[in-house]
């Protein structure tokens, strides 16, 4: 993995792992509140009792890619009806890359020396080992070659989750993971958060396995208030990951991917 010149955190006597300070754009922390709050305050007032009033309000558990204009760009790409499945896969690949390498942002990592050709002795980082993937099937599976692309040889993990015909409640129907996930950092892939309630399942089924929420960090490309907001209320430890917190998802995302619409 390249090195980024961030900073470390102080390491608390009780943590596990040095963890890395996330640092974005200057104007990322100021642009990204500003706006969620813009997108709440334009959203149907009958749906202002499940909506957070801003990022803040959810806490540091959700976290924003700094948005610039090539990010914009594939966002925009991905919604439009017109697109192209060739040009939607391509741009969607791209947001997951972008998204993927954030989330290993977030893993622990600690300070080694290497020795360069010349002989210099260069003071770097490594990630620590012990961390996996884990898809929610289907649309879930669109993000597992973005993390093998930055990590050839990590672990992942799949759980298949389907909502009820009649209940429209989410229901397990297969989880298969690494035997030794609860000693993993968990970074759990699903594109688009909609309502939360898959995502609140597969959560539900990783601390039966003994996955800690807080070595959860979930990565999405897109989601809605309610979804973040239901996710963070039942689980207050898990990271959140995302591009953005619009009303509006793109629940075309899955069959658009893999030609199915």
């Known amino acids: ?5 961030q900073q470390l955190n102080n390491v608390n006597s009780g943590q596990e792992h040095p963890m890395k ?18 997108v709440l305050s334009n959203s149907d007032p009958a749906d202002a009792s499940i909506q957070p009033d801003s990022q803040d309000n959810l806490g540091p558990q959700l976290k924003l890619l700094p948005l610039n204009d090539q990010i914009r760009e594939l966002q925009t790409i991905i919604r439009d009806k017109t697109t192209s499945r060739g040009d939607f896969v391509f741009c969607a690949d791209r947001l997951i890359r972008l998204v993927v390498e954030e989330g290993l942002n977030q893993l622990p ?12 002795k260069y003071e770097g980082v490594k990630f620590e080992r012990g961390n996996c993937g884990v898809s929610i099937m289907r649309s879930g599976e669109a993000m597992e070659q973005g993390l093998r692309d930055c990590c050839r040889s990590i672990r992942i993990g799949k759980i298949l989750i389907q909502s ?20 993993r950092k968990v970074l759990l892939m699903y594109p688009i958060l909609s309502t939360g ?21 979930l990565l999405s490309l897109f989601s809605t208030p309610h979804g973040a907001k239901s996710i963070i209320q039942e689980f207050p ?6 591009t953005e917190v619009h009303p509006v998802a793109p629940t075309h995302f899955g069959q658009r991917y893999f030609g199915t619409d």
């Open 1 to 5: 993995m390249p090195c980024h010149n």
């Open 21 to 38: 300070q996330v640092r974005f754009a200057s104007s990322s922390s100021s642009s990204s509140s500003s706006s969620v709050s813009a």
């Open 109 to 120: 990592y600690s300070e080694c020396t290497v020795t360069t050709p010349t002989g210099y």
């Open 237 to 242: 430890d898990i990271t959140i990951l995302t």
């Open 164 to 183: 009820d015909e009649e209940t429209q409640k989410a229901k397990v129907y297969y989880a298969k993971f690494p035997p030794d996930v609860y000693r």
């Open 197 to 217: 309630n898959t995502v609140i399942e597969a959560v539900r089924v990783l601390i039966e396995h003994g996955v800690q929420p807080r070595h959860i960090i």
